[in-house]
């Protein structure tokens, strides 16, 4: 169907997360809110079929208007599907493809199943690989866990190192909970100094569960013992910006950090859907054929259709789409109106808006606390961070001079620890007296 033919017209470009293998996984990982969606589909052979993944490739180009189209794989596990079915994808997009279009493939996965075969393909067409690591061995083992509650970090480890081999571009995707999450600069410093990474996704476990204790729809105000709490996810993020934008800008990319920059920057989107003000463009489709609003409400209230009875173009494109971006700017509660870094949250996901605002209201974001922190925590660097590109300088400039302020800060409080009396609060701003803070070890 041409562009022109679709009632209503999708976004110029929209980021799609195809579901190859359904729910289905090699892994049992205790956090996954994708496991309990086999559910939805009891008894199926969660394995998608030739005509669904032609009508998906067809649809994908056909709905866009851009000459970029991102084909992006997740899970579940979609390396279950075989090598053989990229290569089909692969020749989809180049029967179908217009003049002048390129495409980039991506796929996320956990890499445990990833072998020569893997590496040599997914080089040879310049996919892109996200790989799930939560931390080193002890920290990745506690929830990523394989059917026997076996540990994974040596399988999924020795997947990276082949993404390596073959010289594959690849990020990493770490899921912060209640574990990783109290130990920020292990994580990353892990990934920076140990696995030579880049590029890094930090996104925060929060597992929504209802009155029976399930996660199959985004329902409920309670959380598993899981989840990330919400200050502990501010102070990780805290945790790791510091040590970014005293080390490492311009070296390792770190996903939160950029996004937020471009909403410093006041660009038009962050390229991150959680800090957009509006959302809708990254639909999630079934192995089915069935397409859902999002990856994180994969639930028959939010279901679409199907690509195999209504084009996929439509269905984007659709006035219920449309109400469910729109309604994560509408149904702000009024404290969020008001917060001075609105402009950087703009509420966060919509799947996370679950607790009552101060004044009663619905919809306040349970990890507010957190992101609060963090975005008046960085308010500073990512000024100067704006500042420096804005003026056309690189954003390794900034380096440099965080450390001037350091070292500024640190005589000032040599000076105000040899003022302090030992009854008086510590100047560092702990709260402590000094005596049973900095002034515990003097002389």
């Known amino acids: 169907m041409p562009e022109d033919a679709i009632p209503h017209a999708p976004p110029d470009r929209f980021h799609l997360l195809a579901k190859p293998a359904g729910a289905a996984c090699n892994l049992e990982c205790a956090y996954c809110f994708f496991l309990d969606k086999a559910a939805l589909y009891p008894g199926a052979r969660t394995r998608m079929a030739d005509d669904v993944l032609e009508a998906y490739i067809r649809q994908l180009i056909e709905a866009h208007r851009s000459e970029c189209v991102t084909v992006a ?10 090598v053989d079915f990229f290569r089909r994808a ?3 997009e180049e029967r179908y493809k217009r003049p002048g279009m390129t495409f980039e493939n991506t796929i996320q996965t956990n890499g445990t199943l990833l072998d020569d075969e893997w590496g040599a393909f997914l080089k040879e067409h310049g996919f892109l690989v996200g790989i799930s690591v939560d931390g080193p061995p002890e920290l990745h083992d506690a929830y990523r866990v394989d059917k026997a509650g076996g540990p994974t970090s040596a399988r999924t480890i ?12 690849f990020n990493i995707l770490t899921a912060v909970n209640r574990v990783n999450g109290d130990h920020p600069l292990e994580v990353y410093r892990y990934f920076r100094d140990e696995l030579k990474a880049d590029w ?18 985004q329902e409920g ?3 598993t013992e899981r989840s990330v709490l919400p200050a502990q996810w501010g102070s990780f993020l805290c945790a790791v910006f510091d040590e970014w934008v005293r080390h490492d800008v311009g070296v390792m990319f770190v996903q939160t950090f950029e996004a937020t920059l471009r909403n410093w920057l006041r660009l038009p989107t962050s390229a991150m859907c959680v800090f957009d003000e509006t959302c809708g463009a990254a639909p999630a489709l079934e192995h089915n054929g069935d397409l859902y609003s999002c990856d994180h409400f994969v639930e028959p209230d939010y279901l679409l259709g199907s690509i195999r009875e209504q084009h996929m173009g439509e269905l984007v494109g659709s006035l219920s789409q449309r109400a469910f971006g729109q309604a994560k700017a509408d149904d702000l509660p009024s404290c969020c109106r008001e917060c001075d870094v609105l402009f950087a949250c703009h509420g966060e996901c919509p799947k996370n808006r679950f607790v009552p605002a101060p004044g009663g209201e619905p919809g306040l974001n349970y990890l507010c606390e957190g992101y609060k922190a963090f975005f008046r925590h960085v308010e500073p660097p990512m000024s100067a961070l704006a500042g ?7 954003a390794e400039e900034i380096m440099p001079l965080i450390r001037v302020a350091d070292d500024r800060r640190e005589k000032t409080l040599e000076a105000a620890f ?6 008086d609060p510590c ?17």
């Open 221 to 223: 105000d309670t959380v």
């Open 90 to 92: 692969l020749e989809l």
């Open 388 to 394: 420096l590109l804005q003026r056309g300088r690189p």
């Open 158 to 169: 020795r997947g990276l190192r082949l993404l390596q081999k073959y010289g594959v571009d």
């Open 73 to 82: 794989w997740q899970g579940g596990e979609p390396t279950l599907m075989g």
């Open 418 to 423: 040899a003022r302090a009396g030992r009854n």
């Open 427 to 443: 100047p560092c701003g702990s709260g402590l007296k000094f005596k049973r803070c900095h002034g515990s070890t003097a002389g």
């Open 200 to 217: 890094v996704q930090f996104i925060p476990v929060v597992e929504r569960i209802d009155a029976d204790g399930r996660r199959l729809r």
